[in-house]
Every structure is written in structure tokens, then in C-alpha cells.
């Protein structure tokens, strides 16, 4: 299982910006996906979960200014970003909380964290 990010750039304090992740593989369902971000100098912090029934849960930071989606089919994860601050600049990744999927004849399902290669959020102010 690879996570593929996308849809970091430059934007302007009050903007908007929307990260897209789409999971590879040969892979039948992925457990609850995130987005984590990391500030320079900061440690990785949740910024939003939803759960693969649909359930999200958001930083109190980014709550009423981001929003997280998922289409299960097409194993991907987006996280909509309006009204962006300053204090948003950061390294976006994203995140799955394991996966099912098939391994040469066989069915995994594991636990195993997933991590998507990271995209950069800069807001100017």
C-alpha cells in the first residue's frame, strides 16, 4: 500500500487550498485516514481523521476552516482547507490507519501505519 499526496502550494492568508491522497495498491478497503501536519520546527500534529464509515474528528486549530472527505471506492482521501492562516504553513501528510488488500493469493489485513510522502502548505501573510 502507497499513499500519493497532492495539491501543496503557495496561497495567500484567507485563502483556500485542497490536498488530495490517493491510495495504491492492490488494496480492498483502508481503515480510518488522516491528515497530520509539521511545522518547521514543530512536531506532527492530527489536523483531521475520518473513520472509513465516515465519522470525522478535527484539531480544535483547523475545525470550522477544514474539511475531510473520503470516496472509498476510489481509496482516496481529501482535506479542504478555507480560510487559511500563517499558522497553517506546513508539511501535510497523509495518513492511513492500515489496510485489507491482496498479497499474491492471500487477503492482509493489518494495523500497520501508512504514510504518504508529505505536501508542502505555505500561507503568506
Known amino acids: 500500500v502507497q499513499l500519493q499526496a497532492s495539491g501543496g502550494g503557495l496561497v495567500q492568508a484567507g485563502g483556500s487550498l485542497r490536498l488530495s491522497c490517493a491510495a495504491k495498491?492492490?488494496?480492498?478497503?483502508?481503515?480510518?485516514m488522516s491528515w497530520y501536519r509539521q511545522a518547521p520546527g514543530k512536531q506532527r500534529e492530527l489536523a483531521a481523521t475520518?473513520?472509513?464509515?465516515?465519522?470525522?474528528n478535527y484539531a480544535d486549530s483547523v475545525k470550522g476552516r477544514f474539511t475531510i472527505s473520503r470516496d472509498n471506492y476510489k481509496k482516496t482521501v481529501t482535506l479542504q482547507m478555507n480560510s487559511l492562516k500563517p499558522e497553517d504553513t506546513a508539511v501535510y501528510y497523509c495518513?492511513?490507519?492500515?489496510?485489507?488488500?491482496?498479497?499474491?493469493?492471500?487477503?492482509?489485513?493489518?494495523?500497520?501505519?501508512?504514510w504518504g510522502q508529505g505536501t508542502l502548505v505555505t500561507v503568506s501573510s
Open positions: 475520518i473513520t472509513s464509515g465516515g465519522s470525522v
Open positions: 495518513h492511513a490507519d492500515g489496510a485489507t488488500y491482496y498479497s499474491n493469493d492471500n487477503i492482509v489485513a493489518d494495523k500497520i501505519p501508512y
Open positions: 495498491g492492490r488494496i480492498i478497503s483502508i481503515n480510518d
